[in-house]
């Protein structure tokens, strides 16, 4: 079946440091990537997305890029705060059909220290 | 503008008990999500609905059960809970809109232990 993999399961940096997550995808037909971030406790909430049209997308400090070739997309984040530590989760659309249905990879905890 | 509500927002239950978790939705979206999430596993679709009176299967729908009798309301039911379904169950909903896919907003969780 589908499925998405997240690499890594934890990342430490110091504050002021940029830090990757990348994540890979198996279904072809996926064309919708969003990545979320859930703070301890907390929903998870929306930070950045992108579409298969699109080969990279940025926010201030955040930039996601796809290489839809390799089927592989990773979240970049810049000039990383303490208020940066929590777990990223990516995600990718599943099937053709406009579902709306996504799989999920399986998290990074991301500490900043300060 | 609530978003999306879920309640309860904890419950404890004994195995073989049954109950039901509530979603609310007031961004007047189609499409409604059930998800569980468990240390190191993400979020795993459980059953999900394109509209009212439609619903389907996710990843893990097994002892699960789910209702969309009104648009704004998406129900996930446990007919018999094991300590296997304890976890923290995430409601979400998004627009739908042809030919694209619109980001999901989800709710608070509900966290539940089956002893």
């Known amino acids: 079946g589908e499925n998405v993999e997240q690499h890594p399961s934890t990342l430490s940096v110091q504050e002021g440091d940029s830090a990757v997550i990348k994540c890979t995808y198996s279904d072809s037909a996926s064309n919708y990537f969003p990545w979320y971030k859930q703070e301890l406790g907390k929903r998870p909430q929306l930070i950045i997305d992108i579409r298969s049209n699109v080969g990279e997308k940025k926010d201030q400090r955040i930039a996601v890029t796809l290489n839809k070739t390799a089927k592989h997309f990773s979240l970049h984040i810049t000039e990383t705060q303490p208020e940066d530590s929590a777990v990223y989760f990516c995600?990718?659309?599943?099937?053709?059909?406009?579902?709306?249905?996504?799989?999920f990879g399986q998290g990074t905890t991301l500490q900043v220290k300060p | 503008n609530a978003g999306v509500t879920q309640t309860p927002k904890f419950r404890v239950l004994k195995t073989g008990q049954s109950m039901t978790l509530l979603c609310a939705q007031d961004?007047?979206?189609?499409?409604m999500y059930w998800y569980r999430q468990d240390p190191g596993m993400g979020l795993r679709l459980i059953h999900y609905?394109?509209?009212?009176?439609?619903?389907a299967k996710g990843e893990v729908p097994d002892g699960y059960n789910v209702s969309r009798l009104k648009k704004q309301n998406f129900l996930l039911g446990l007919e018999s809970a094991a300590p296997s379904q304890t976890s923290v169950y995430f409601c979400a909903s998004s627009y739908s809109r042809t030919g694209t896919i619109d980001p999901q907003h989800f709710g608070d969780g509900t966290r539940l232990s089956i002893l």
């Open positions: 961004m007047n979206h189609e499409y």
């Open positions: 609905s394109v509209g009212e009176g439609t619903t």
């Open positions: 995600a990718a659309s599943i099937g053709s059909g406009n579902t709306g249905k996504l799989i």
